[in-house]
C-alpha cells in the first residue's frame, strides 16, 4: 500500500496540529463609562433662525405652479433627477391627489401644471 507524500516529508512531520477554533485578530472595545449624562445624549434642536433646506419636491411643486408649467427638462434640472425619476415624482403628487394638468407648446415639448384650485 503506498504511503501518503505529506506524512513522509520532514516540513509536514515538523509542524504542530492546527487549533481548529481562531481567536479574532481585534481586541475587544473597552467599556464606556457609566458617568455620563443622559443630557449629552439628548437630540440638538435647530435654532429658529437657521432655515431648513427646500426639498426637491418643494422645488417641483414651485415649477409646476407657474401659469405656463414646467416642461420636463426644467424638472430635471431644478432636481438633478433622471428622467425617471421626474416621472414618478408626478406619478406620486397625483396620487396624493393633486391634479395635474399637460400640453404640448408649438415645439412639441410637454409641460405640466397643477390645475387651478377652486
Do not use: C, F
Amino acid at each position: 500500500m503506498p504511503k501518503s507524500r505529506k506524512a513522509n516529508t520532514p516540513k509536514a512531520a515538523a509542524q504542530p496540529a492546527r487549533k481548529t477554533a481562531r481567536k479574532s485578530a481585534k481586541p475587544p472595545k473597552p467599556q464606556r463609562p457609566a458617568t455620563k449624562a443622559a443630557s449629552s445624549r439628548a437630540p440638538k434642536r435647530r435654532s429658529p433662525a437657521a432655515a431648513a433646506r427646500p426639498s426637491k419636491k418643494a422645488a417641483i411643486l414651485n415649477l409646476l405652479q407657474r401659469p405656463d408649467g414646467a416642461a420636463i427638462g426644467d424638472l430635471i434640472a431644478a432636481t438633478g433627477w433622471q428622467v425617471h425619476s421626474v416621472r414618478a415624482a408626478l406619478t406620486g403628487l397625483r396620487k396624493e391627489g393633486k391634479e395635474l394638468l399637460h400640453d404640448k407648446d408649438a415645439a412639441g415639448i410637454t409641460h405640466y401644471r397643477l390645475a387651478a384650485e377652486a
